[in-house]
Nanobody, 123 residues
Framework: QVRLVESGGGLVQAGGSLRLSCAAS????????MGWFRQAPGKEREIVAA????????HYADSVKGRFTISRDNAKNTVYLQMNSLKPEDTAVYYC????????????????WGQGTQVTVSS
């Protein structure tokens, strides 16, 4: 199995920035598409961003486009989510996920999930 461990969450004020990291185990990280998802209290889980195996293709939710950037470093088995201009509506538990299929990541059905990291944005 693939183990995913998120880090970098925390409490920030509106307008601030955070950088989330997701470290993946195994030697086949480069063969997995990756995604970031979030779930706020009382709301359904939603996709935030996705990136294909090479990093050449990305997807962003409209709500974060222009503020968040997903990237990956296959040599380090790590995917990142740079979050700028944070808003209170960004408050949620953020999950890292992986699947060999980029399509399945986009469809919010990746096979592997991390444990999540809390992001709280105060107003």
């Amino acid at each position: 199995q693939v183990r995913l461990v998120e880090s970098g969450g925390g409490l920030v004020q509106a307008g601030g920035s955070l950088r989330l990291s997701c470290a993946a185990s195994g030697r086949t990280f480069s063969s997995y598409a990756m995604g970031w998802f979030r779930q706020a209290p009382g709301k359904e889980r939603e996709i935030v961003a996705a990136i294909n195996t090479s990093g050449g293709t990305t997807h962003y939710a409209d709500s974060v486009k222009g503020r968040f950037t997903i990237s990956r470093d296959n040599a380090k088995n790590t995917v990142y989510l740079q979050m700028n201009s944070l808003k209170p509506e960004d408050t949620a538990v953020y999950y890292c996920a992986a699947d060999r299929s980029y399509r399945d990541v986009l469809l919010s059905s990746p096979f592997y999930w991390g444990q999540g990291t809390q992001v709280t944005v105060s107003s």
